[in-house]
């Protein structure tokens, strides 16, 4: 089989002067999904970007041959635009990556998991206390105020207070409104998002310090992740330290959030599902099964969330530079492309999914999925760089969604406004709920 170079491989023409960045700006997801569908395996997005739509080249991609690329090439770095949170796991490659991985992986074990399971059912209590039939609710907010109580309380031992947790909500919404603009300009500029970025990440910055300083710290048990990162050998430096917890702190904040608001959406929008929630979910909280038997008893409500991350995983691409010229398949990648995979559409390939576009949650639980080939799945990544965090995201959004819905049916307010917005997570947008009694 003859090997394609980058010139030789079809996609869309674009413009002269700005190519595909018009179109893709304009509507991200349609446009990744249009390429696929039309030029296959292989898209050329421009003479630096390529698109790769095979399940098998994300997994040559980001497994077998996840050395030959780097997270942080020059071309995943827009032009103008600092890297945020540097020293972090998530930001760094190589030899790097491998010990900041290596400092927290442990802590994100089992352990952590049947934490989150124990003391889930009092933090959704807490949220449902103030609910009521008629009200209409921004599920995005009353969850991020779950997830970070929880996060905080599981990794560093010590529970953020209401203002806090708006501080961390003040820094992620700037940056998804910063990462979602086609005009990049220099970092000195000092637009409104990145003011506002500025100022929350003080404030964060500034409570992260106290919770390092905090008796909690010293505790393996009360802050696991916490006293990992401060008691590996070499110690990391107090910047480390800073960009490591506040990364983990926003990735367990938006993502989780996104995930069960995606999820509620699909059941306002499903009631036959949304009855099965509720009818699970409230077997399950009325047997008082506690900690991971609680989870364990909810398959249905966590084949939903399967099926939600399939449809809207809040990672909805996934790009790495080239280190050096890679051959993947057919496909000569020269060192110094960005390559791209996407999660958005991948999990929508009608050629591995049956009736690709609609929501069928009860195809996780028989035999359906596995004949699915990996790559076609990946809503937390795929290798080694896998979200550290994957399990404590699932047993979250999988007990807040039971709790949700055992409680409330929710019906959206205006249904036909929900759209996605393709920030650095896939965010739903203009999800208000209105709470029902079953």
Known sequence: MAVRTLTEMPGPDGGRVLGNLTDFSADPLGFLTQCARQYGDAVRLSPKNVLLTSPGDAVRMLVDRGSDFVK?????????????????????????????????????????????????????????????????????????????????????????SDEEIADVAGLVAPIMDLSTSPVVLPEW???????????HLKRVVRTLEQVTASPAAADPKAAPVLYALLHDTPAPGRDEIRDELATLLMAGFETTNDAVVWASILLARHPEAAERVHSEAEKALSEDAGGMALLNAMPFTDAVLRESLRLYSPVWITSRDAR??????????????????SQWVNHRDPRHWREADAFLPERWLGKETSTIP?????????????????????????????????????????????????????????????????
């Open 72 to 160: 942080q090439g020059p071309g995943t770095r827009r032009a103008g635009r600092r890297q945020s949170l540097p020293l972090s796991t998530m930001s760094s490659d190589g030899d790097e990556w491998k010990v900041r991985r290596g400092r927290i992986h442990g802590a994100f074990g089992r352990e952590l998991s049947a934490a989150a399971a124990a003391a889930m059912p009092d933090q959704a209590e807490r949220m449902l206390a103030s609910w009521r039939p008629g009200q209409v609710r921004d599920l995005q907010q009353d969850v991020s105020v779950v997830t970070l109580r929880l996060v905080t309380r599981l990794m560093f031992g010590v529970e953020y």
């Open 324 to 341: 050096v010229d890679v051959e993947l398949g057919d496909h000569l990648i020269p060192a110094g492309t960005t390559v791209t995979v």
């Open 189 to 199: 500029v000092p637009t409104p998002p990145k003011v506002r970025i500025r100022r």
């Open 374 to 438: 990996r790559g076609s799945y990946f809503p937390f990544g795929l290798g080694p760089r896998t979200c550290v965090g994957a399990a404590l995201s699932t047993v979250e959004s999988v007990l807040l969604l039971g709790a949700i819905w055992s409680a409330h049916r929710l019906r959206l307010k205006n249904p036909d406004a929900v759209h996605p917005r393709p920030a650095l997570a896939l965010q739903p947008m203009n999800a208000e709920f209105v709470l029902e009694r079953w």
